[in-house]
């Protein structure tokens, strides 16, 4: 039986690059393959050892069709997400992953896969829990570079909790710690912020993707509302800020978003592509003020895309999978994540995307050019790009992995960013 971590004696931390440490990591340097699976956070919500019966046959994947990039497009443009079969893909595992399986953590140290994504279906008590995350940290610890797992999870507070009610804090939300700050100031957010990182610390995480920092402008928002500290920038500046840092005083790192803001909205981008067509002036003023305050004036170590539509920040278009020329969500787009998060903003920490199977991307690109683009313009993770569901979805990540690094190749810019970031993670992934 593996060894359980002692997950409370240890923190991932963000660091200026220490070459005397990374030195010994230097001398066994990454494919680029594995490179490219330190860029993927994945979704292990569901797992079924293996497939229905008489529902999977074999592949009909060809070595051939891998090597050559000019199949990249085509094995991810049908219907079951990039892997052929003789027979259909029973799609409908619904078992939840709670104790990690021999062939995932083989995948894990093998892959080289950078992060996973755990939801409310993977964790069921404490000792569960902590059994889960320390095979998963194991697993990559066993790998040939033992490089930690980013191990996260969206523990917001108020509505939008994964881990069980019955074993952590309760919190009624971020727009309710908004109303107590005329009388108690940022006391609050920095104490759930606290409660929350000592809990998943203690849990084994080290990432939460909180707080929310949108400015909820919008009454009809469908998907930030609550979830947001109000309406105020200022005001969510100052909460958003003690938040983080209480939960980074924790050994947690926390996640601003969703840059450049998904306060002003209508659509939900689980379920379509919003626009926020507000003037730069209110772009600057409202949407990314809290953004550029916590950058300013806090260790922000990771910001969350938005897939939303910005055009007074760029209004380029892209083509998307059916021909239809849109305008490049956030996501997408270099002008939003390079030249103005990197550049204007001075922002040096990772930038992880919005889960790309969401509709506001999954509707309009394959998920090899969705991860294509948004590295393209300057993230460091792609979060939920393919789904992990069986055995043949192991084997359908690493045709992924190598249908990407042929298109990384081919592309000397891209080549460059990937070599960028790599060099970011090299910094940042030790105890």
């Known amino acids: 039986m593996k060894k359980i971590l002692i997950i409370a004696s ?13 030195s010994k990591k ?43 990039s000019k199949h990249a497009n085509t094995l991810f443009t049908n219907s079951l997400e990039g892997y052929k079969t003789d027979e259909k893909i029973d799609l409908a595992c619904q078992t939840p992953l709670t104790k990690l399986p021999d062939e995932l953590s083989d995948f894990i140290s093998e892959s080289a896969l950078g992060g996973v994504i755990l939801f409310a279906d993977n964790l069921v008590n404490t000792e569960q829990i902590i059994q889960l995350t320390s095979d ?98 200022k005001i969510v500046a100052k909460l958003g800020i003690a938040m983080l840092n209480g939960m980074q005083t924790k050994g947690i790192i926390g996640t601003l978003k969703h840059f450049p803001g998904h306060g002003d909205t209508n659509t939900d981008s689980h379920t379509g592509l919003p626009v926020v067509n507000h003037d730069f002036n209110t772009v600057n003023q409202v949407d990314l003020y809290p953004i550029k305050q916590a950058i300013e004036q806090a260790d922000v170590k990771m910001i969350m895309t938005a897939h ?48 790309l199977d969401m509709a506001s991307i999954a509707h309009f690109f394959t998920p090899l050019d969705a991860v294509i683009n948004t590295f393209k313009a300057g993230a460091d993770i792609a979060l939920m790009p393919i789904k992990i569901r069986n055995s043949h979805d192991i084997k359908k990540f690493k045709v992924f992995i190598r249908l990407l690094a042929d298109k990384v190749k081919a592309d000397p810019e891209l080549l460059a960013q990937v070599e960028t970031s790599h060099r970011t993670f090299e910094c940042i992934h030790f105890f």
């Open 308 to 355: 939303i539509q910005y055009p007074a920040l760029d209004d380029s278009t892209i083509v998307s999978k059916t021909g239809e020329k849109i305008i490049k969500p956030a996501t997408l787009s270099k002008k939003i994540l390079t030249q103005l998060l990197r550049g204007k903003m001075s922002y040096q920490g990772l930038i992880i995307t919005d889960a």
């Open 136 to 233: 998963l940290q194991n697993a990559a610890l066993n790998a040939k570079h033992s490089t930690p797992l980013f191990i996260s999870v969206d523990q917001e507070g108020g509505r939008v909790v994964r881990l069980p009610r019955d074993i952590t804090t309760s919190f009624t939300g971020n727009m309710a710690i908004g109303a107590t700050y005329e009388k108690h100031g940022s006391y609050y957010a920095k104490a759930v912020g606290e409660v929350l990182g000592s809990e998943l610390h203690a849990l084994g995480f080290n990432v939460d993707h909180a707080p929310v920092v949108d400015v909820n402008i919008n009454a009809n928002n469908p998907v930030i509302n609550v979830r947001s500290f109000g309406e105020d920038p």
């Open 26 to 68: 230097a001398q066994v340097s990454m494919r680029l393959e594995e490179q490219l699976a330190q860029k993927i956070m994945l979704d292990l919500r569901y797992y079924c050892a293996e497939p229905s019966e008489n529902k999977i046959t074999k592949s009909n994947i060809h070595k051939e069709e891998v090597s050559n």
């Open 10 to 22: 240890f923190s991932l931390f963000i660091f200026a690059c220490n070459h005397q440490l990374n």
